[in-house]
């Protein structure tokens, strides 16, 4: 499996609940960061993470991070229908405490929001 | 109004009709990357550069070349298109590198007959 996988692949909820995604991924980093993108279009950084870093918040949104099991995951609290979009992790990997240059992305999370 | 652009938008082309896709930023970021889309794969990263004249190979390189001249604009090349390069390209960049946040273009949609 590659650096930076999401899970589920699919969430269906209703307006009102929380969605949470996971992503998983292999080697150390030094930071991960979670997009949005709206079908077909551009992605959308929504919030990054650094390694020493274990939460973060950004309006309705929670992201942690657990080093020690390699996982984030993010936490869209009152999903609304204009949430419905695929969400994707992406990861920097650590070379010895500076950056590669890669930068890989999961498969990403389609989700969809009922009204 | 900072941007990320790409040209063209979309495309349909020929097998082996070199062709090229542009992108051009105008935030002064140093790095600069293109991924292609696919369904079921997520984005795969094909090339990046760190700064003008500097680049280095993603994750899938092959039938794909880059140049950075310029700081601002960062062309992808296809040589000799294939059907397997029908897929969805995004160009990419950020003030730093990958341990920034991506500013992304809206996407070019290739096709290869």
């Known amino acids: 499996s590659q650096q930076g996988e999401e899970d589920p692949q699919a969430l269906s909820i209703q307006e009102g609940e929380n969605a949470t995604m996971n992503c998983s991924y292999k080697?150390?980093?030094?930071?991960l960061q979670w997009y949005r993108q709206n079908s077909g279009r551009g992605l959308v950084h929504l919030i990054l993470?650094?390694?020493?870093?274990r939460e973060k918040h950004s309006g309705r949104l929670r992201v942690t991070l657990d080093t020690s099991k390699k996982s984030s995951s993010l936490l869209i609290t009152a999903s609304r229908a204009a949430d419905t979009a695929s969400y994707f992790c992406?990861?920097?990997?650590?070379?010895?405490?500076?950056?590669?240059?890669?930068?890989?992305f999961g498969q990403g999370t389609i989700l969809t929001v009922h009204p | 109004e900072a941007q990320v652009t790409q040209n063209p938008r979309y495309l349909i082309t020929v097998t082996g009709k070199k062709l090229t896709v542009t992108c051009s930023q105008n935030?002064?970021?140093?790095?600069m990357s293109w991924y292609r889309q696919d369904p079921g794969l997520g984005l795969r990263q094909i090339y990046y550069s760190m700064n003008v004249e500097v680049t280095d190979k993603g994750d899938v390189p092959e039938g794909y070349k880059v140049s950075r001249k310029e700081k601002r604009n960062f062309p992808l090349i296809l040589e000799s298109p294939s059907p397997n390069q029908t897929s969805l390209y995004f160009c990419a960049t950020a003030p730093g590198g990958p341990s920034y946040e991506q500013y992304f273009g809206p996407g070019t949609r290739l096709t290869v007959t």
């Open positions: 993470i650094r390694s020493n870093e």
């Open positions: 935030m002064n970021h140093e790095y």
């Open positions: 080697t150390s980093i030094n930071n």
């Open positions: 992406a990861t920097d990997p650590n070379a010895g405490g500076t950056s590669y240059g890669k930068l890989t």
